[in-house]
C-alpha cells in the first residue's frame, strides 16, 4: 500500500481538528445518522450480472463432474 505526503498531510489536519473540538461535541447523538447511498453504473450491473452468470455455470460444471 502505498501512501502519499497529501494523504499524510490529510489524516494530521483531520486529528488536530478532532483534538481541539470538546469532548461532549464528540459524544453527542442527538443528529441522526446519514443515510448511506451507493450508486452503480449500468456498466458495473452488467458486469456484476455476467460474473455471477458466468459463476452459476462453472458451479453446475464442477456438480456434474
Do not use: W
Not at 489536519?13 to 448511506?36: C, F, G, I, N, V
Amino acid at each position: 500500500m502505498t501512501i502519499f505526503p497529501f494523504q499524510m498531510k490529510e489524516m494530521t489536519h483531520l486529528y488536530t481538528r478532532a483534538l481541539k473540538l470538546p469532548t461532549s461535541a464528540l459524544l453527542e447523538k442527538d443528529q441522526p445518522e446519514p443515510e448511506d447511498v451507493v450508486m452503480i453504473s449500468s456498466e458495473a450491473k452488467k458486469k456484476q450480472i455476467l460474473d455471477e452468470a458466468k459463476g452459476a455455470v462453472l458451479d453446475r460444471i464442477r456438480q456434474a463432474g
